[in-house]
T-cell receptor, first 114, second 116 residues
């Protein structure tokens, strides 16, 4: 079993819908959680960074961490075609990654239909 | 503000050859990390350099090596290339990297390596 599990999709939703993306993990020592967005032929771009449990909101994006369930989520409100990309969750034991760097999920391919 | 620059963007090499990839981090960033991205394994950590020293290393064979220069630019080298080394190689920079206090990394667009 991989340390971080993420449904690869594709997840296809109509424009304007609320999108929910999720990751589960097995290492209870993870404390720092990130979401990255990756467009085709580009590197990952940091969207959200959270520490420990709770919610964090930034514009149309909300990151949620439930450490008791080892489950993290990213919600996108009022989704736009420009949100179509692969979304990667990442986590680490300490800020900036531990000795093993950041541990990534494989990514969910999201398609927003106009 | 310039981002993370990786060169070249694309490379085609033959099995058994060696290859060197280059990464210029954001100005002022002293940590450079390298990741390999494949469809099967996703992103996997190769190693991190900070102030010209390798600080951490992932679970990759010794054929994968790197170095960092005094201006924080980094190079990654893969010797005796295998077909399985075909991947997108990503460089990520941050102020302090795994040293703590970093809030995520800035990635370059990667070098797409194809081994034939």
């Amino acid at each position: 079993q991989k340390e971080v599990e993420q449904d690869p999709g594709p997840l296809s939703v109509p424009e304007g819908a609320i999108v929910s993306l999720n990751c589960t993990y097995s290492n209870s020592a993870f404390q720092y959680f990130m979401w990255y967005r990756q467009y085709s032929r580009k590197g990952p771009e940091l969207l959200m960074y959270t520490y420990s449990s709770g919610n964090k909101e930034d514009g149309r994006f909300t990151a949620q961490v439930d450490k008791s369930s080892k489950y993290i989520s990213l919600f996108i409100r009022d989704s736009q075609p420009s949100d179509s990309a692969t979304y990667l969750c990442a986590m680490s034991v300490r800020s900036g990654g531990g000795a093993d760097g950041l541990t990534f999920g494989k990514g969910t391919h999201l398609i927003i239909q106009p | 503000k310039a981002g993370v620059t990786q060169t070249p963007r694309y490379l085609i090499k033959t099995r058994g050859q060696q290859v060197t990839l280059s990464c210029s981090p954001i100005s002022g960033h002293r940590s450079v990390s390298w990741y390999q991205q494949t469809p099967g394994q996703g992103l996997q950590f190769l190693f991190e350099y900070f102030s010209e020293t390798q600080r951490n290393k992932g679970n990759f064979p010794g054929r994968f090596s790197g170095r960092q220069f005094s201006n924080s630019r980094s190079e990654m080298n893969v010797s005796t290339l295998e077909l399985g080394d075909s991947a997108l190689y990503l460089c990520a920079s941050s102020l302090t990297g795994t040293g703590g206090g970093s809030y995520g990394y800035t990635f370059g667009s990667g070098t797409r390596l194809t081994v034939v």
